[in-house]
């Protein structure tokens, strides 16, 4: 497995990539009843998080299941607004953006690697990794010419054809990854993205999510130990609060 | 997008298939029975318009009398009178009466087939004769209403009846109301004619009014089924016509159109069974193809959230879904219309031989493109459903699920 010898990024704007201050999220659980007058009930699920992400930097976020993990993982990608607090992504406050904006601003600045793949079954992996390029009017020759390329540096370059039901779970979150790099993102967000894997599979995404933080920053959350030790820096959560910053 | 689209349809073989086929059954149903719906009226209008007659009376639909001579009762009672009191217009050309009644008709007086009495005059230019000849004589047996004038036993028949009991012109047939009256009424075949048989769609025999009177017992009443009225040129149909109904308020006097639409109506369920029909067949279209969609954004549901995710936007995965929809809509509508092409043939083919009615379905350019567009907007309609379906649903819930 990579160790990171990378030190954060100190290149022109030194802006961080994402930024977080005083990022709070509340739910709302189930509904006030018709002929109630109560409210219902709210869930604090964050609070008062704080924290920057800079290109080339691995952050992980740690923690027990219920301790707000998703949560700041979402509001990292740009897919939820905070209840209380601002976040900025690529410069780019997010709060007042509709979710329209919201999107296209994913699609510029934000590729997300899911635990589950979440492929296209009926496409070959190079269509699944070229799918965000149509939504961004790429032409058709640039984007399988980008596409074979990213699966090449993933080393799928025998795969390209293959559609995911011929595709192993590691290969499969390779062509998840090269799909999430395609669009050349600031931020790389990983939810869980060795929780579907074997060890061996698991290893080599965390490899090439190392190498990928030379020019994004990567922010990925994992409960697997093998994955926190690849990242730069690690925020631990519990109850919703930064329980420490390793 | 139209590549991802048709990968999907590719994908998904078996699914895309059984949508096509279901898009192509609710296509071809519309076509055929718009088709069959138009060719009625066609038909019928044609039917009217060649029988050369420009007013009809009527006494009434025909009752169901299951314990009577001939199972119905034609409601136009003294048609004979009426007809003659008609014909004495100077407007008024000729003035018919007619009835139909079933009788039994055999070649001896053992064996007996159930078939249309027509009591007409097979005779003259609105009638066609394609072997021997039609009546020669008027019809003298009604004698002033006395039915004591000569009976002429003369009759003409279809081609059809010729098959079926394996006569000719010259030979007897034996014909009445009753199985007891049939046995004593003989009568000579002078002619085949299409004529009333294509008018009535059945297997028929022409005897002159009176005779059918005698032989069926409905000398009493003189009932017909109705009169026909071709007017002198230069008449005005509309003003004869209302002079008549004046004058005879128990009946009722039609135009051609009017007839046609009047017998239409009295095949009001027939026609809210067919319209039913296309109803569902479009219902059922649109259903096959919008479970096909659902079922296909509900078992990607988390992929979709997932692209949304990305950044795909809703109106580019709505144009995917629609794409997809289109696609099946397009080649089912296309499947649809080209089995309705030889469809309406096999149909208009099986209705001559069984009914003599000739292009009862009427296959038009103007059905055919209105079947492929009611295919496409079946596609609309489902693509727009798996679209809100995408729309209401979070993604992010949808992606924690």
Redesign the interface.
Known sequence: MSQRTQTPSTSASATPVVQGRGLTRDYTRGSSGFFSSSQAPTVRALDSVSMAIERGEVVGIAGPSGSGK?TLL?LL?G??VPTAGTLELDGTDIEPLSG?QR??????T???V?Q?F??????SAR?NVA??L??RGVGKRTRRERAESLLEAVGLEERVTH?PGQLSGGEQQRVAIA??LV?DPSLVVADEPTGELDSESGERVLDLLVDVADEQGVVLASHDQQALDVCDRVISLRDGQVARRQ | MVGIAIAQLRHERLRTALAILGVAMAVLSIVMLTSVGIGVVETGQQKFDQSGRDLWVTGGPLELRPGTVGGFENTLIDSHTVAAEIAQRDDVATAVPMAFQTVYVGKNTTEFETLIGAGAPAQGPSVSISEGRGFQTRDRHYAEGTYDGPMSHEVVIDQRTARLLNVSVNDTLYIGGTLATASRNEFTVVGISPTYSRFVGAPTVTLHLSELQEVTGTTASDRGTFISIRLQDGANATAVQSDLQQAYPAYTVRTNQEQLRATLEDKVVVIASGASLVLLAVVAGILLTMNLQLSFVYQRRQTFAALQALGLSQTSLSALLLLKTLLIGGVGGALGVGLAIPGTMAVNEIVVAVTGFENVVSLSQRILIGGFVIALCVSVVSAAAASLYLTRASTLETLQS
């Open positions: 998703s979402h990608a897919l939820d329209r999107a296209r601003l994913r699609l510029e934000v590729g997300i899911f589950r979440h492929l296209l079954d009926a496409l269509a799918l965000p149509v939504e559609k799909r999430a669009t």
